[in-house]
């Protein structure tokens, strides 16, 4: 049966559906010998010979959901060309073909996915599902609340302004706010994945991020986890991660009919109104 190119090689879980149309867009995907770079292109899993960086594209394999915390120094990506540590060598036995799901930046740490299931990975990086991800970003000086406003308001960066973001002063006990090198710590929730957001956010109000750690992805978090180690979801975990990729999404649906439906009756009842008036 013929199907898209990018839908095989996420279903073989090499990248999710948007990163395999970068694949094929860079030259990076053969068909049976001949490069592809056209979006749509199909071809059969069954009988043709499909290949990824010259890799044969296989059937895929048992779905794997990692929870890695990431240490600061090391890329958020399988390879890098200029040789950097990546996330990949930091899971060692790990023996399925995984890959990050989102971003994280070499100097920043926490909680990253890997994983083989392209379809998740899809959602989960789809502004449209609206995954929370929350970050303890230390910045340089406290933010009053006029910067803190315009971060939870929304912000343009790079010439696009960002969404609606939760935003907490972290104060009390335990600190966050450290008057002797002036840094405060803020608790950041947004769920957009745009390259370096959080820090741009701390820079376009004038408090540059000097550390930042991802303690949550959307109902995962776990504060157990060592610097540089992972573990493998629980089947509950991945059960909560779906339904959490899934939830927003179908709750757009069902208010934007609820909306629909409550204007249709708002508009049944204005024709009602003016068919009186005018019999009037």
Same mark, same amino acid.
């Given at each position: 049966? /013929?199907?898209?190119? /990018?839908?095989?090689?996420?279903?073989?879980?090499?990248?999710?559906?948007?990163?395999?149309?970068?694949?094929?867009?860079?030259?990076?995907? +053969?068909?049976?010998?001949?490069?592809?770079?056209?979006?749509?292109? *199909?071809?059969?899993?069954?009988?043709?010979?499909?290949?990824?960086?010259?890799?044969?594209?296989?059937? *895929?394999?048992?779905?794997?959901?990692?929870?890695?915390?990431?240490?600061?120094?090391?890329?958020?990506?399988?390879?890098?060309?200029?040789?950097?540590?990546?996330?990949?060598?930091?899971?060692?036995?790990?023996?399925?073909?995984?890959?990050?799901?989102?971003?994280?930046?070499?100097?920043?740490?926490?909680?990253?996915?890997?994983?083989?299931?392209?379809?998740?990975?899809?959602?989960?990086?789809?502004?449209?599902?609206?995954?929370?991800?929350?970050? &303890?970003? /230390?910045?340089?000086?406290?933010?009053? &609340?006029?910067?803190?406003?315009?971060?939870?308001?929304?912000?343009?960066?790079?010439?696009?302004?960002?969404?609606?973001? /939760?935003?907490?002063?972290?104060?009390? =006990?335990?600190?966050?706010?450290?008057?002797?090198?002036?840094?405060?710590?803020?608790?950041?929730?947004?769920? &957009?994945?745009?390259?370096?957001?959080?820090?741009?956010?701390?820079?376009?109000?004038?408090?540059?991020?000097?550390?930042?750690?991802?303690?949550?992805?959307?109902?995962?978090?776990?504060?157990?986890? *060592?610097?540089?180690?992972?573990?493998?979801?629980?089947?509950?975990?991945? *059960?909560?991660?779906?339904?959490? +990729?899934?939830?927003?999404?179908?709750? +757009? =649906? &069902?208010?934007?009919?609820? =909306?629909?439906?409550?204007? +249709?009756?708002?508009?049944?009842?204005?024709?009602?109104?003016?068919?009186?008036?005018?019999?009037?």
């Amino acid at each position: 049966m /013929q199907v898209r190119l /990018q839908k095989i090689i996420s279903a073989a879980g090499i990248a999710s559906r948007r990163a395999a149309e970068r694949l094929i867009e860079e030259g990076r995907v +053969s068909v049976n010998g001949a490069t592809v770079t056209q979006l749509g292109t *199909r071809a059969d899993p069954d009988s043709d010979d499909i290949r990824v960086d010259e890799r044969r594209v296989k059937r *895929r394999e048992r779905h794997r959901y990692f929870l890695l915390n990431k240490p600061r120094g090391y890329v958020t990506t399988r390879s890098d060309p200029e040789q950097r540590p990546t996330v990949l060598d930091l899971l060692k036995g790990v023996r399925e073909y995984v890959y990050p799901v989102g971003r994280l930046d070499f100097d920043s740490e926490g909680l990253l996915i890997l994983t083989n299931d392209g379809d998740l990975a899809a959602t989960l990086t789809h502004p449209r599902h609206e995954v929370e991800r929350v970050y &303890e970003a /230390q910045v340089l000086g406290v933010p009053d &609340e006029h910067d803190l406003d315009r971060l939870r308001r929304g912000l343009v960066i790079d010439g696009r302004r960002t969404s609606p973001a /939760q935003i907490d002063l972290v104060t009390g =006990r335990g600190t966050v706010t450290s008057r002797k090198d002036d840094t405060s710590v803020l608790r950041v929730t947004i769920h &957009e994945g745009r390259t370096r957001q959080v820090r741009k956010m701390g820079d376009a109000i004038g408090h540059p991020v000097r550390t930042l750690k991802r303690v949550r992805i959307g109902p995962i978090a776990d504060k157990n986890l *060592r610097l540089g180690t992972y573990r493998e979801l629980t089947p509950e975990e991945v *059960r909560r991660l779906k339904n959490a +990729s899934r939830r927003p999404d179908a709750g +757009s =649906r &069902e208010e934007s009919g609820s =909306r629909r439906e409550s204007g +249709s009756r708002r508009e049944s009842k204005s024709r009602g109104e003016y068919r009186s008036r005018k019999s009037r």
